[in-house]
């Protein structure tokens, strides 16, 4: 049967549209911007489209600074970060929704307090302590202080807590550990919540500049982010190659997105958030 159409849904398309637009022009201003020449990105009025285009700033930019091993350390990073934290967080996450223990509320109510704090606070601290382990400049000590985090913890307990309970009494009562219900039972479920957290993790730590600048000072352990910002100078500011760079370094999160859209997409809509 055809779908009626109506004026409600006419209207919603043609917002969805706008919306869209909104969204995608300035990532269409930056792929433009990445073709145009210099003169063309600073001319008055600004416009979306250039006089000529050339692949000059996509060509430079890898000879300009390192961006390979820049690439290859946001990889590691942020590869990294998200493999500890899938870990961590699916198993605390579970812990909170599926086991009782004492003190089990005022833990998780302290796990979530830990959201308030923003980085700048601890920012001295950890590095402090990092100096001291002699782990600056090195992938560990990017990648253990954020091994797991509230959001993570959080997100997995409220889909655990979505999943009916009657697979793993029933496991339970086949004398299967709590370990393997976890694990062979439980997480397979939670495929499309851990594909989202996944992508959640991996976007979140491939665009952060402040965390990796802070514990990394020597050349050779800079990631992407923060090698791009060697091209804003005090007074001159390369646009095109700094777009150019832009460009290159959406391409892990856009495949990422691409690969696993479904999944995101049921991830978001049954993590809900339940008592």
């Known amino acids: ?29 930056m792929i433009f911007t990445s073709f145009k020449a210099e003169a063309d990105i600073m001319s008055f009025p600004p416009s979306l489209f250039g006089k000529t285009y050339s692949l000059a700033a996509y060509q430079s930019i890898w000879s300009r600074i ?81 091994a797991t985090n509230a959001f993570g913890i959080f997100m997995m307990r409220q889909f655990f807590i979505s999943l009916p309970r009657d697979l793993e009494e029933a496991a339970r009562i086949d004398g299967c550990s709590e370990f393997r219900i976890y694990w062979n039972i439980m997480l397979p479920l939670c495929k499309p919540a851990i594909v989202t957290l996944a992508i959640f993790h991996f976007m979140y730590n491939w665009n952060d500049l402040l965390y990796p600048l802070v514990l990394t000072t020597s050349d050779e352990m800079k990631t992407l982010p923060a090698g791009l910002a060697m091209f804003m100078g005090t007074h001159v500011i390369e646009y095109a190659v700094l777009m150019a760079g832009g460009c290159l370094s959406l391409l892990p999160i856009f495949l990422a997105y691409c690969c696993a859209q479904k999944q995101f997409v049921q991830g978001i809509a049954m993590t809900g958030i339940k008592d």
Request: no cysteine; aromatic share 20%.
């Open 66 to 146: 390192p961006f390979l091993p820049y690439y290859r350390n946001s990889l590691f990073f942020a590869g990294g970060v998200t493999l500890f934290s899938l870990t961590f967080d699916t198993m605390a996450g579970y812990s909170f929704a599926r086991l009782n223990f004492r003190g089990k509320n005022i833990l998780f109510i302290l796990v979530l307090s830990t959201l308030m704090i923003p980085f700048q606070v601890v920012m001295i601290p950890l590095y402090t302590e990092l100096y001291k382990m002699n782990l600056i400049n090195t992938y560990a000590g990017l990648i253990l202080p954020r």
């Open 1 to 29: 049967m055809k779908e009626k159409v109506t004026g409600g849904r006419i209207f919603m398309l043609i917002l969805l549209f706008f919306l869209a637009v909104l969204v995608g022009y300035p990532f269409l201003w």
